[in-house]
């Protein structure tokens, strides 16, 4: 990171570790709150994608931010299975493809990761046919790319931008807490998925949060 | 919890295994957990693919096999296979004529089927899909995932698989299964909640005289709770849902399912009384099934799948079927 805050493959590489982390961290929680509106297995089996991940990159790192972002989602696709595997594995995908269609650049500026965050979304929201207030990884996901489009746009420098998605993100999950299900197998609850955090929700505010540690060493 | 298995992590592959082990007729590649038809795909012949969260056996595995599925993708429990498994399958069971992706739905299910069969047609295999949504129980599909596919899947399977061995086209194959899928509905009723080998403890609290009307497949709560009853009176409730979402006139199919721990005689009680409402309405139970078809691991209960018959339907329903849980005719 020469010129301040240029995020090379190293640097997504970093990202994906440090969210790895946290999602093995907060494996169990994730897992308890899918077993109140859910089927109970969230964090296990986006621990087993994002183990899956590491060890792909392990084997051979990609040598641009687009290829490694690519190898994620797919990886993803391939070992998660149920409805996140498809999400986060189209996110990461989305994003690679939008970093892709700069060229083969190995460097990113802030504007450009927050560009390829917004494709991430749009690959999310389409997919899963989900708006905000659905309560789904929607829900993080949205406010947390608002976030620092706004913050960049105000000028801020890319580690507040940073901190402010993954802010936005927390502040999004929590919010999903009084909301109905409407997407998912928890809308089959009704009224009864009202007062449990959204598990999607919950595991998208642990990545935008590993963003922010990473942003910030 | 008390379980017959050797191990959390392992119950799917051990159980495929056995199945491998009981089943001549089926090849099963337990590292890629995919069951498929012992004989490979026919030239010319649509292939038949389905699959879904494990825990609802015989679902989908017990009916690979001639007249049914060329291919099954088991999951987890209650969770979605990959589309990995999906796509190998696809592809080892296209005879040329294309492949027709049986999808149950769930929102993981759809998903996973939806980018297996993109690229299963990258890799320049012809796939159609079809939607199973069968489940009355949920109404207001604006605000849900939609109705969920439940009994209605056998139906499908069972004549798009006669379709498929007769040399249908793909467009054909599927049309019909589109066919039994707008014409049938489910309901179901939980006596118990099940109990995942993972959670090691029942998946809702329901007390001895409580029963959950209008639930899914995944231990899922239902629309509602209400007091245990005989059993004349639950089918009466399943029934009027049904009656209500589809009128029932002429001849129709009637499944009447256990869930995986009802004992036949109680579906059989059950089905007495599904009959006597046929007959009160004028409709006549054309072909049946009872017994355990589409089951929720150790859930007490039942439920009830109708399919209003045309001849067509008929002639495929009657075509020979040979599968580890449904034969007949050959």
């Known amino acids: 990171m020469a010129t301040g805050f240029e995020m090379d493959t190293a640097f997504f590489a970093a990202w994906i570790e440090e969210s790895a982390r946290s999602v093995a961290a907060g494996k169990e929680r994730l897992t308890d709150l899918d077993a109140a509106i859910g089927d109970a297995d969230h964090g296990s089996n986006l621990d087993r994608g994002f183990t899956a991940v590491v060890r792909a990159l392990a084997v051979k790192e990609p040598d641009t931010p ?20 498809p999400l986060y594995g189209t996110a990461f995908r989305e994003m690679g493809r939008a970093l892709g269609d700069l060229g083969d650049t190995a460097e990113v500026s802030p504007g450009e990761l927050c560009a390829a965050l917004e494709a991430g979304l749009a690959g999310v929201r389409r997919l899963g046919s989900a708006a905000e207030g659905d309560k789904t990884m929607v829900d993080a996901l949205a406010p947390a790319v608002r976030a620092l489009r706004r913050a960049l746009e105000e000028g801020s420098e890319p580690r507040e931008a ?14 999903t807490i009084p909301m109905r299900a409407r997407r998912g197998r928890a809308s089959y609850l009704g009224e009864r998925s009202v007062g449990h955090e959204d598990p999607g929700a919950a595991s998208t505010a642990l990545i935008l949060t590993a963003l922010h540690t990473v942003a910030a060493r | 919890m008390k379980k017959l298995i050797n191990g959390v992590e392992s119950v799917v592959p051990d159980a495929l295994r056995g199945i491998a082990a009981a089943h ?25 693919v389905s699959g879904g969260g494990s825990g609802h056996e015989p679902l989908h595995a017990g009916f690979v096999g001639y007249g049914m599925l060329d291919a099954a993708c088991p999951g987890e429990i209650f969770t979605s296979p990959v589309p990995d498994q999906m796509i190998e399958a696809t592809t080892a069971v296209d005879g040329g004529a294309g492949v027709l992706h049986i999808v149950k739905n769930y929102t993981g299910d759809v998903l996973n089927f939806q980018l297996a069969a993109e690229l299963s047609a990258e890799e320049g295999v012809e796939v159609a899909s079809v939607l199973v949504d069968d489940d009355v129980a949920v109404r207001d599909s604006l605000h849900t995932a939609g109705r969920r596919g439940t009994g209605a899947t056998v139906f499908v399977e069972k004549i798009a698989g006669a379709a498929a061995e007769s040399g249908a086209p793909l467009a054909e194959v599927a049309r019909v299964a589109g066919t039994v899928n707008a014409r049938s509905r489910s309901f179901g009723v939980a006596l118990s909640a099940c109990t995942t080998p993972a959670a090691g403890r029942p998946t809702f609290a329901l007390g001895d005289t409580e029963v959950e009307l209008g639930i899914g497949i995944h231990g899922e709560p239902g629309r509602a709770r209400s007091a245990m009853r005989p059993a004349a009176e639950l089918v009466r409730v399943a029934m009027d849902a049904l009656h209500e979402d589809l009128p029932l006139s002429g001849d129709v199919l009637v499944m009447v399912n256990g869930m995986g721990a009802t004992p036949l005689i109680e579906l059989y009680v059950a089905f007495a009384e599904v009959s006597a409402y046929l007959a009160e309405k004028g409709v006549t139970a054309a072909r049946s099934l009872v017994g355990d078809y589409v089951t929720s691991l150790d859930m007490q209960g039942f439920s009830i799948t109708v399919c209003l018959l045309d001849d067509e339907l008929v002639r495929l329903w009657d075509a020979p079927v040979e599968t580890p849980a449904l034969r007949w005719g050959r």
């Open chain 1, 66 to 85: 687009a290829a490694l972002l690519t190898v994620v989602g797919t990886t993803l696709i391939r070992k998660v299975g149920g409805a996140s595997g």
């Open chain 1, 162 to 175: 940073a901190a402010a998605a993954a802010a936005a993100a927390r502040e999004g999950a929590e919010a």
């Open chain 2, 24 to 48: 001549p007729g089926l090849r099963v590649d337990v590292e890629n957990q995919i069951v498929f038809r012992d004989s490979g795909p026919r030239p010319g012949k649509v292939g038949l």
